[in-house]
């Protein structure tokens, strides 16, 4: 019995609260020129205003769940809210590019304490086979989230200005931290524990290193970055009997590393492909950016029902033969917007592909997080999320990074764009297979026909019910 009352209340309250976050990200990346034509800055400048937030999310992503593992993840929840609606107050009230910067910086903070609290939460309220819907309805409203998020601040922009994108989350902000302050419980494993802030230190400093790298092209900032990742493993080794930031057993957990991997692919394969799409269709198709972005929305608008229906299934028959679906249908999607391109292609001619690649999308969303989770103690439920988070958001950075060189080096070679174009999406559809391929060493969860039993092979016993303070 779920000791919990209203889980699916206290979910919507994190997913509606957390939205912002997702909103403001995207409507930053159309109000780029406006910014720019504003304060007078340059490319490079009003890059670093996307870049500062994405960098101080990867840095504390980890950190944020193991201290949610300690305090308790509507705690963090409200602390990187707050810190979020501050620091977006500011931002919109900046008079040059060096404070919105730093204003966006701490708006990457705060996100990064907020974001692997819904996940976390998910563990802590709901029963390991029921946690496909949740996952589900999570994909729902990132969805929505990324397929609303251009037109809500390109509409800002227009009517308002671009200081709108930020002013906005302030009541939105404040109401959600009202709602989860009294809606939502503070889960935690029933133990103090104690936050290992050398480890934090540690791995922060490499993964800012790390996404630095990705985003810069810095050779230095990517060695400099591996020597910390081994001081960081010889310490956590050595902290595996005494409160480490990253626990070993974690990483044993099969399904867990598995889901992963598989999760460091997907966001690589998703966003390297929607980029080359976008950028086909303005500079070969001289399509407009703002129309060039609806035609690529058809995919996220497409995957919502599609990530409603994924959650039902996973809970239903277990997450295995879901992900592989949605990964086949991403698989499809890409090999049809692969042979399209050309030219004599036409944007409608690209519809078809951008379709079934949406409706790939959606089902994927809900198995990587469900089956991820199942066999996570509730003691480690927060450091669980924080990886899993971090490393979405790392692979998102790996396939823009790698799409970008592979697109590159083929304007280089063949001088002809649709020939550089059709080869650089090989490198997504070889990510997405890759992805189906590991699904064969999944070990099956318990669903609701099959129900978990002793010897279930999924692996760890059940999580401990957490107590709620």
């Known amino acids: 019995m779920n000791p919990y009352r209203h889980p699916w209340l206290i979910l919507w309250t994190l997913l509606l609260a957390g939205a912002i976050c997702a909103l403001d990200t995207t409507a930053v990346n159309v109000a780029i020129p406006s910014i720019m034509r504003d304060l007078g800055a340059g490319v490079d400048d009003v890059l670093w205003v996307v870049n500062a937030y994405v960098l101080a999310i990867v840095a504390l992503m ?3 769940g193991r201290l949610a593992d300690v305090y308790g993840p509507r705690t963090l929840f409200l602390a990187g809210l707050a810190v979020f609606v501050l620091a977006s107050a500011a931002a919109g009230v900046a008079d040059g590019v060096g404070t919105l910067i730093a ?24 029963p390991p086979e029921r946690r496909g819907r949740a996952f589900g309805i ?3 409203v990132a969805g929505a989230a990324v397929a609303l998020g251009p037109a809500f601040g390109g509409l800002l922009i227009t009517s308002f200005g671009w200081r709108w994108i930020f002013h906005v ?12 302050a009294l809606v939502c419980p503070n889960p935690r494993a029933g133990t103090r524990r104690r936050f290992d802030l050398l480890g934090s230190a540690l791995l922060a400093l490499a993964l800012f290193l790390i996404a630095f790298a990705l985003l810069e092209s810095r050779a230095g900032a990517a060695g400099l970055a591996l020597v910390l990742v081994g001081v960081f493993w010889l310490v956590e080794r050595a902290r595996q009997h005494r409160e480490p930031l990253l626990p070993f057993a974690l990483l044993r957990d099969r399904n867990f590393s598995l889901m992963s991997a598989i999760n460091l692919a997907l966001p690589c394969s998703v ?14 198709l001289g399509l407009s950016a ?4 609806l035609v690529v929305a058809v995919a996220p608008a497409v995957s919502v029902p599609f990530a409603a229906l994924s959650g039902w299934l996973t809970d239903r028959y277990g997450g295995t033969y879901v992900l592989l679906a949605g990964l086949l249908l991403l698989l499809a999607g890409l090999a049809h917007v692969a042979v399209t391109v050309g030219a004599e292609a036409t944007w409608g001619d690209l519809l078809p592909g951008l379709l079934v690649f949406g409706a790939g999308m959606g089902v994927v969303y809900a198995p990587p997080g469900s089956i991820a989770m199942y066999g996570v103690a509730t003691a480690m439920a927060g450091t669980a999320s924080g990886v899993f988070s971090t490393v979405t958001r790392m692979g998102a950075l790996m396939g823009s990074a790698a799409v970008g060189a592979v697109l590159q080096a083929g304007l280089a070679a063949h001088g002809d764009l649709d020939r550089a174009v059709t080869s650089a999406y090989l490198l997504p559809i070889v990510v997405a297979a890759i992805a189906a391929a590991m699904t064969i060493g999944i070990r099956p969860t318990p669903s609701a026909r099959r129900p978990a039993q ?4 999924a692996g ?6 957490a107590t709620q303070r």
């Open 62 to 64: 980890v950190s944020a």
């Open 103 to 126: 204003a966006r910086a701490v708006q990457g903070v705060g996100a990064a304490l907020l974001l692997p609290q819904t996940a976390s939460m998910v563990t802590h309220i709901f």
């Open 138 to 140: 999570w994909g729902v």
């Open 169 to 180: 989350n302030v009541p939105l902000g404040v109401a959600g931290l009202v709602a989860v």
């Open 271 to 284: 966003g390297s492909m929607l980029f080359l799409t976008v950028y086909y269709l303005q500079e070969a």
């Open 290 to 293: 703002a129309a060039a972005g």
């Open 454 to 457: 002793p010897s279930d092979p």
């Open 460 to 465: 760890a016993p059940r999580p401990q019910r």
